[in-house]
């Protein structure tokens, strides 16, 4: 993106609200309750032409000491130094509040540019307060609604001046290297296009520790860490690059069982948990020491499995542990007892807060990630299935066999394969659990959902 916007303001004003309207998402959570927002979350934005990256921060509070409000605090200061243009919101139909006019001295002294926004202008009740921005001394106001998506055109105009001038380079095209005259499942697998960043997604429990983990990859304090439970409630994403690899590591609220969620924003947030699983590559499990697996954990991993995604559980806290070898067979008779259909999971242990082993864990994410990409040939594919019928052949059917004729790969992501069978109804599901164990175990697929199509009909290849 060309240049960054900030939204700062009191909370409860529509910073969240001016955020999707710019990301043309609902990317972050919107509620009455003030102080939704705690972290700063950043979006690309396309607005009247311009593109530039816009920044969600928590709302300003005139604290200064430990606690979670001055935490939140210093979040949005460290966002405001990282801009180029900030959006000092208000809410035109509340008018100028002490706090409103605190924050608006601070900002006149801050060396980021500061454009004056006036939000809820919609209708003759935001007048008065219109007239009275003046008196914080940030020019004149931008009146915009954006729930309405009013005003939009006014705030493009006075963005303009911060946005550097346009790149007219050329975009080469890519050879995508398809070969029609190669049957689908032979295709050589293309290069990858290490460009796009590999998404790693941080779920668990609350209080595991993903917040601090995020942190000690990044090496600094980017989101909030503390002891208060349910301090994620955004899902922060944020580029980063590891060995010459590019990620977009994800930090989500602490997923609790459903009959104890109860209150609006943590089902909102929640709800914003389950997406960014489904958006990602790779989702790194993040369970306490003291609490190895408990149900809530594996409930977690289970739905990782069924949404395809690849799966890699990191022990946190290992630093606390007393006895570790019976911790870590306590892990393994977990996932053999409750994922014993997934073989080969990547456990890691670590310390986020001390940042042991967090190399390793980045290892096995890569490894399991390049599982989860992994494509293999027909050719190879169909040996293989000769030799599982000629040791296991499938059980008979009302007296009579059910053929099985050609086996291919249609997708990856996760390894998916197309089973072609003359009754694919009589096939048993517990033939086809085998299938599925042996191929992963003859192809070494451990870790990562294998999918198995049944399909009806004659070897598409094969000649008439």
């Given amino acids: 993106m060309s240049f960054t916007v900030v939204l700062v303001g009191r909370p409860n004003v529509g910073k969240s609200t001016l955020f999707n309207r710019l990301a043309g998402k609902k990317l972050a959570l919107v509620d009455d309750t003030p102080g939704v927002t705690r972290d700063w979350r950043s979006a690309p934005a396309h607005v009247g032409g311009l593109s530039f990256t816009v920044v969600d921060t928590a709302g300003l509070e005139d604290v200064t000491d430990d606690s979670l409000e001055a935490r939140m605090r210093r979040q949005t200061e460290q966002a405001l ?245 019976m911790a870590l067979r306590q892990v393994e008779d977990k996932l053999q007892a409750s994922l014993g259909y997934i073989k080969g999971v990547k456990v890691v242990t670590i310390s986020a807060l001390k940042g042991h082993k967090l190399d390793t864990l980045l290892d096995g994410v890569l490894e399991t990630y390049n599982v989860w990409n992994r494509r293999i040939p027909t050719a190879q594919l169909n040996r293989w299935i000769e030799g599982v019928l000629e040791h296991h052949p499938p059980p008979l059917v009302e007296g009579r066999r059910v053929k099985i004729r050609y086996v291919t790969q249609v997708k990856t992501r996760p390894p998916t394969f197309a089973l072609f069978v003359n009754k694919p109804l009589d096939l048993p599901e517990s033939y086809q659990r085998y299938l599925t164990t042996h191929l992963r175990d003859s192809f070494d697929m451990p870790g990562v959902p294998v999918r198995l199509l049944l399909r009806k009909g004659k070897n598409p290849y094969a000649e008439d």
Avoid: C
């Fill in 81 to 325: 130094e990282r801009a180029d243009v900030a959006l000092f919101i208000i809410d035109a139909r509340a008018g100028i509040t002490p706090l409103d006019r605190h924050f608006a001295n601070l900002l006149r002294r801050s060396k980021t540019p500061v454009l004056l926004v006036a939000n809820k202008t919609e209708g003759k009740a935001s007048q008065p307060g219109m007239f009275e921005s003046y008196e914080l001394g940030l020019g004149d106001p931008i009146p915009l609604s954006a729930e309405h998506g009013e005003g939009m055109a006014d705030l493009v105009e006075a963005l303009l001046p911060y946005a550097p001038p346009e790149d007219t380079g050329e975009v080469e095209e890519k050879d995508d290297g398809f070969d029609p005259s190669i049957p689908v499942g032979d295709q050589p697998e293309p290069e990858e296009d290490r460009s796009k960043p590999i998404q790693i997604a941080i779920v668990g429990r609350p209080n595991v520790g993903k917040s601090t983990l995020l942190n000690s990859l990044l090496g600094e304090e980017r989101v909030l860490t503390g002891p208060e439970a349910g301090m994620t409630r955004d899902a922060i994403s944020v580029d980063w690059e590891w060995r010459d690899r590019r990620f977009k590591l994800v930090d989500t609220a602490g997923m609790r069982r459903r009959a104890r969620v109860d209150e609006k924003v943590e089902k909102l947030a929640v709800a914003d948990s389950l997406r960014v699983i489904r958006m990602a590559n790779v989702v790194v499990l993040v369970v306490d020491a003291a609490a190895i697996l408990d149900k809530q954990d594996l409930t977690i991993a289970r739905l990782v499995i069924s949404e395809g995604r690849a799966l890699v559980i990191a022990v946190n806290k290992w630093d606390t542990v007393d006895d570790r070898a």
